[in-house]
């Protein structure tokens, strides 16, 4: 641990208590509770500064997608450096773990920016670097700006921090990599987010007014993103839909086309990553994929671009209604990555608690636990969420199938891949599956499955 007397900006209250976040060591505020392991909501904020702890699973994927990125060559060609910015950074934990977390061999192709407004949050981040650098430091080549004059970018060991308004940050150069995590809705910087990329580029945004993109606050819905909801077992999914489809038109307006790479509704927030890339052409073509998802009394739902008068009352959108994920890039996102990635070792677990770490073997169990949890049910849900699919909600079964109760998901999911179908569990709070078959099928199967057990 490098001594924080050595560094000029050590903030006050420092250096509060220690947590352990993947393999990153990280500064809580003292007045900040020491976190559960698998929240599920928002946490109370304690102020600037404030780091949630249930945004941990997020942040255990960017490290996942990003390592992607590099090992698989999707964005840049092989060997080429991308440029990464964490918009709003806040503490720097995103971008510290991407530095400490990314193995070491691709390290030296990331160019990481991590830019906050607040002067507080700010100064916790570069002091958290200082004092825990990570472990190989990487030296950049000066590199020229977007307007082809030399950056002042300072790196130090692998971080370069700014203090700037997100929007002029993002505005301020071009990146291949941006990460939007602001408190509610992300509605006011997507336009500067969308600029800064390169001609193709990584999207993440995060948006935790849930409320308005589940419809439960429908003026804020209406105000904010220009869409109607309906509460009930596919509001979440919705939201999801609904922000992906907010992006995408943005983007379009400025001739950018966007891919799907993962997109969830995560406790209490929503979270999507998209691949965006520059085409007219492309853009163009954005109406194919928009549309609004109409409830029905043969089927739960079908998508459709433009809901008849008579369908509104039970309609939601507009929002997007292609492909959600793709196939590839979220099938490699598996327990056994996250762990590799991101759990610590022992070695590296006894290190931390020289220095001051209060960490017992529960509690590395626990962490574990928190990243098998963080991408739980993705891979095998992949391929269908790349393609068509019929979303369902367990417990709302018995009743379309007019049963006495719902089939454990294990054995209705068995029933329908031995009756030819793909399906597997989708990644929400709420029992959902996906799947191929058609909705008469499913009864059919939920049926049998219910005969079998009297």
């Not at 941990?56 to 840049?76: C, K, N």
């Not at 940050?169 to 408190?183: C, G, I, S």
């Amino acid at each position: 641990m490098a001594d924080p007397n050595t560094h000029e900006d050590v903030p006050l209250g420092w250096p509060g208590q220690l947590w352990l976040e993947g393999r990153t060591l990280v500064h809580l505020q003292q007045e900040q509770e020491r976190p559960s392991h698998m929240p599920r909501g928002p946490a109370k904020r304690t102020g600037v500064g404030f780091l949630n702890p249930a945004m941990a699973p997020a942040r255990t994927r960017s490290v996942l997608l990003l390592a992607d990125a590099l090992e698989h060559g999707w964005l840049v060609k092989p060997g080429r450096p991308i440029r990464a910015l964490d918009a709003l950074c806040a503490t720097g934990v995103r971008i510290r773990r991407w530095r400490n977390e990314i193995p070491s061999d691709l390290q030296h192709r990331l160019r990481i920016t991590g830019n906050d407004l607040d002067e507080f949050a700010l100064s916790w981040a570069k002091t958290s670097h200082h004092c825990h650098p990570p472990k190989r430091d990487v030296v950049h080549e000066p590199e020229d700006d977007r307007h082809g004059q030399p950056s002042d970018a300072v790196f130090t060991n692998g971080l370069h921090f700014q203090r700037l308004d997100a929007r002029m940050a993002m505005v301020d150069a071009a990146y291949q990599w941006v990460d939007l995590d602001p408190f509610g809705s992300p509605i006011q910087f997507l336009d500067a987010a969308l600029q800064s990329l390169s001609r193709t580029g990584v999207l993440e945004v995060t948006a935790t007014d849930t409320a308005a993109l589940t419809g439960s606050s429908p003026s804020s819905q209406a105000r904010r993103y220009q869409a109607k909801g309906l509460v009930d077992e596919y509001a979440h999914d919705d939201a999801v839909r609904l922000l992906l489809g907010t992006v995408a038109t943005t983007a379009a307006r400025l001739d950018k086309v966007v891919t799907p790479l993962l997109a969830l509704f995560d406790g209490h927030h929503v979270r999507i990553s998209l691949l965006v890339k520059t085409s007219k052409s492309e853009a163009t073509k954005i109406r194919d994929s928009i549309g609004w998802r109409v409830r029905c009394e043969d089927v739960p739902y079908r998508f459709v671009h433009h809901p008849a008068p008579d369908q509104l009352k039970a309609a939601s959108g507009p929002m997007w209604i292609g492909p959600m994920w793709h196939h590839g890039i979220a099938s490699r996102m598996t327990e056994e990555r996250a762990l590799d990635l991101c759990h610590p070792t022992e070695d590296e677990i006894q290190s931390h608690r020289t220095q001051g770490l209060q960490w017992s073997d529960e509690d590395t169990n626990h962490s574990a636990r928190e990243l098998r949890r963080s991408v739980r049910y993705i891979a095998d849900a992949a391929e269908l969420m790349s393609r068509e699919h019929l979303l369902l909600n367990l417990d709302t079964l018995p009743r379309l199938a007019k049963v006495g109760g719902a089939p454990k998901m294990e054995k209705l999911l068995s029933a329908l891949v031995e009756a030819g179908y793909a399906a597997a569990r989708y990644p929400d709070l709420e029992p959902m599956l996906v799947t191929d078959a058609p909705f008469e099928s499913v009864i059919e199967v939920v049926r049998m499955c219910h005969a079998s057990t009297d």
